[in-house]
């Protein structure tokens, strides 16, 4: 059985809207979650879609609106609010983060859902990263470098993603998130801005209520 599921084109899809003044750094989505599942009616004609996000200095999406509208209003509103989860690394101005507005498009695909339980280090330079890989080699727990790592001076943090279809990823990461076991993690791989290690968490079992 196949499941209409809207996926966000990224990075190279993602411009800038400038207010004042353009940034040296644009921002780069570092972490997303899966949009609303789409209307049926959609199947046959998938409406072009593109949507307009206020990024913060901290990357987090403080509001948005669409721009090519689909017609349906209320999955537009599911959908902004879904944004609203999302994360982007910071637009930067010299050594400052900004503000800016980006657009971004919005494909619709049919996909078989691909469901992992994940958790996710960002770092914010390779550096870093490649400090986190060696530390998790030598037995360090993933959920402790978050508080580790900053110790030590760089820059990260932990989220625990939980249930995920994957397909929502790019396909770079999708192929390192297929080789992953249980309990595995991923080399750092670098999405927009930051750089990031996966691990794979063990399936939750049904309660059998």
Known sequence: M????AIAVVLSGCTYVSETQNPDTLPQLVYRTALPTVPPSWSNAPPKMEVLLQVSRTGEVTQGSFIDHTGNDA?????????KHWRFSPARLGQDSVQVWVRLPI???FTDPMIMYLEQL???DRACAD???LLLEEGHEFESLARELPAAGCTAYEKNIGEMDIRTYPKEVQKE???LKEDGFTVPIQIGGSFV?????ER??????
């Open 177 to 179: 998130l297929l080789n």
């Open 75 to 83: 999955w537009e509103a599911r959908a902004l609010e879904e944004m």
């Open 107 to 109: 494909a619709v695909r």
């Open 197 to 201: 290690i996966f691990k794979r968490l």
């Open 204 to 209: 939750k079992q049904d309660s059998g209520v």
């Open 131 to 133: 400090s986190a890989r």
């Open 2 to 5: 196949k499941f209409l599921i």
């Open 122 to 124: 960002v770092c914010a």
